[in-house]
């Protein structure tokens, strides 16, 4: 099927993080996905490297799934969650905190890691006020961070375009970490680089600054996935929750990319047993079916939340009309199972070293400049073209998808995440494709 016959009306739509102009002359459209692979509109499998956008952890329309979200649709097709429940509301978030570090048993439904994040901050901030430290309003991000695209989250987020257009309606009390990518000192690092651990030293300084009694939360991605898979020092975590807990301030981990088995576990806390206060998820915790994000929360904060609340009265005033969708939460409870029956978040911890051995095969490839990886997710930096950022990894990922792989690419960063189903043969394959697009591209 060409895109003629597809007869598409590409004009109403106005695309996400996309050159609109750029697509809509020479459009990429997806059609069908099963297992590991995409159908485009013209009939080719393509090979997805990127788990969809970082979500599809299960793999594609996975029978568990589909059958699941069909049953909920012809039995409870919506229900409110204000002042009502439904049961697979509850059963997913048991399910949830059945995989959540231990205390952090209570499960705030959202849909999306954007509002996951304004979320969690707006829970640090609820937090503090009911302890009587409502003075507490500061946030700390940092550098290259990617915390979505509501307000909140690109306050405290520390990617510059993201943020520029709308700088005037930031929120005012933020400020934020440097970022931890070096690759003057740990280019071609596999896994976690020793340099950089003083880094979280440098909440030391921001504390000094503002004062502690100021600051309500730090906000950090485990691994930064969405700036190009920028993996966390070895001791980093652990410096920045010492620190957090010397001078009262919450600590959240935006888990979105990384939780669900992405690194082998099933959140990046428990796989670097760093425990934060607030955990943000979303894309992966329902393998993407349906949107739907959440915020495990600390027991402690959640009832100092709950229990400051008059009897009777709403505690938080905060929520979504689709918190807890009766077809998400049937999503979420199938993915979950699945996750867990077919164990691949093991399978992910052992395809890991073969994961690691395939991208850094690429390392001598003509412009490459660094290589990073943790589980199965891995980033490869290429030599910017001069006056043209971005343009070389851009030509790849069109390569890449010519030739039978959905990869994403960041800047002049090529990003990598496939599902958790994915085989050796098709790691190998996966490589083998970015290599000789890599090659093909001056």
């Known amino acids: 099927m060409n895109m003629h016959e597809l007869n598409l009306d590409m ?22 996905a099963e297992g590991m692979y995409y159908t485009s509109h013209d009939g080719r499998r393509v090979l997805d490297g990127t788990a969809g956008l970082w979500c599809v952890n299960a793999g594609h329309c996975r029978t568990e799934i589909v059958e699941a ?20 509301a509850f059963e997913a978030a048991a399910k949830i905190a059945e995989i959540t570090p231990e205390g952090l048993d209570r499960v705030f439904f959202t849909n999306s890691g954007s509002e996951s994040v304004d979320t969690a901050l707006k829970i640090a901030l609820a937090y503090h006020r009911a302890r009587g430290e409502g003075q507490r309003t500061r946030f700390i991000g940092r550098e290259r961070g990617y915390h979505g695209v509501g307000f909140g989250g690109i306050s405290v987020g ?4 993201n943020r520029k257009a709308y700088s005037g309606a930031l929120l005012p009390a933020v400020d934020h970490l ?10 071609f690092t596999r896994g976690q680089p020793s340099w950089g651990a003083h880094l979280a030293d440098e909440l030391e300084r921001l504390v000094t600054l503002h004062d502690a009694s100021t600051i309500a939360a730090v906000i950090v991605e485990p691994l930064a996935g969405s700036t190009g898979v920028l993996v966390p020092p070895q001791g980093y975590l652990q410096k920045l929750r010492q620190i957090c807990d010397k001078h009262g301030i919450l600590l959240i981990f935006d888990e979105v990319i990384t939780g669900l088995g992405r690194l082998g576990a099933p959140f990046a806390a428990q796989y670097f047993g760093v425990t934060p206060d607030l955990m943000t998820m979303a894309k992966g915790v329902n393998n993407a079916a349906v ?41 979420a409870c199938a993915a979950l199972d699945l996750y867990k029956n077919d164990g ?22 003509p412009n490459v400049i660094d290589i990073r990886n943790l589980g199965l997710v891995g980033g490869i930096e290429l030599k910017p073209r001069d006056g043209k950022p971005g343009a070389r990894a851009h030509e790849i990922f069109v390569k890449c998808f010519e030739k039978g792989a959905l990869v994403r690419y960041t800047g002049d960063i090529l990003a990598f995440s496939p599902p958790l189903i994915v085989n050796e043969t098709q790691i190998d394959e996966l490589f083998g494709i970015v290599a000789e697009a890599i090659r093909e591209v001056a």
Request: proline share 8%.
């Open 178 to 187: 440097p970022h931890t990518l070096n690759i003057a000192e740990a280019a």
């Open 69 to 88: 979200i069909r049953q909920q649709a012809g039995e409870l097709d919506f229900a409110p969650t204000f002042q009502m429940g439904h049961p697979k």
């Open 11 to 32: 004009t109403a739509f106005w695309m996400p993080f996309t050159a609109n102009r750029q697509f809509k002359s020479a459009p990429r459209i997806l059609v069908k």
């Open 158 to 161: 520390g990617i510059s375009p």
């Open 291 to 331: 949107p739907m994000g959440a915020v495990a929360v600390k027991n402690g904060i959640h009832d100092a939340i709950v229990d400051a609340g008059n009897a009777g009265a709403i505690e938080f005033f905060h929520g979504y009309t689709y918190s807890g969708h009766p077809l998400a939460a049937a999503a």
């Open 344 to 365: 691949l978040f093991e399978r992910a911890a052992k395809l890991a070293p073969h994961f690691e051995k395939a991208i850094h095969s690429l390392r001598e490839l």
